[in-house]
């Protein structure tokens, strides 16, 4: 069964900086990508970055592109999310997900989700 467990979230003032982490357990992950989402209240989900967990290629929207860097520890089967220059638009639950095979950015195409972790950005 995989499991997928965030933690780091917080609260930052804007301009701040915030590392979300992802435990990953229960496979083994050499063919999944694994990916980063958002949720604002009212809003759909938002897809943030993506890496495979096979070369560690990288994906990005343009949203976050050049403040957001997703990584991986092979060793801890962790997953990362170093966030930059927040702003208060990023404010959200950010939850990490899997799946297996390639990259997609349709959170419908994910087949695990970890359980959300709350990111809030003051101004």
């Known amino acids: 069964q995989v499991q997928l467990v965030e933690s780091g979230g917080g609260l930052v003032q804007a301009g701040g900086s915030l590392r979300l982490s992802c435990a990953a357990s229960?496979?083994?992950?050499?063919?999944?990508?694994m990916s980063w989402f958002r949720q604002a209240p009212g809003e759909e989900r938002e897809f943030v970055a993506a890496i495979s967990w096979s070369d560690g290629a990288t994906y990005y929207p343009d949203s976050v592109k050049g403040r957001f860097t997703i990584s991986r520890d092979n060793a801890k089967n962790t997953v990362y999310l170093q966030m930059n220059s927040l702003q208060p638009e990023d404010t959200a639950v950010y939850y990490c997900?899997?799946?297996?095979?390639?990259?997609?950015?349709?959170?419908?195409?994910?087949?695990?989700w970890g359980q959300g972790t709350q990111v809030s950005v003051s101004s």
């Open positions: 229960g496979r083994t992950f050499s063919t999944y990508t």
């Open positions: 997900a899997a799946r297996q095979g390639p990259y997609r950015n349709g959170w419908s195409r994910y087949d695990y």
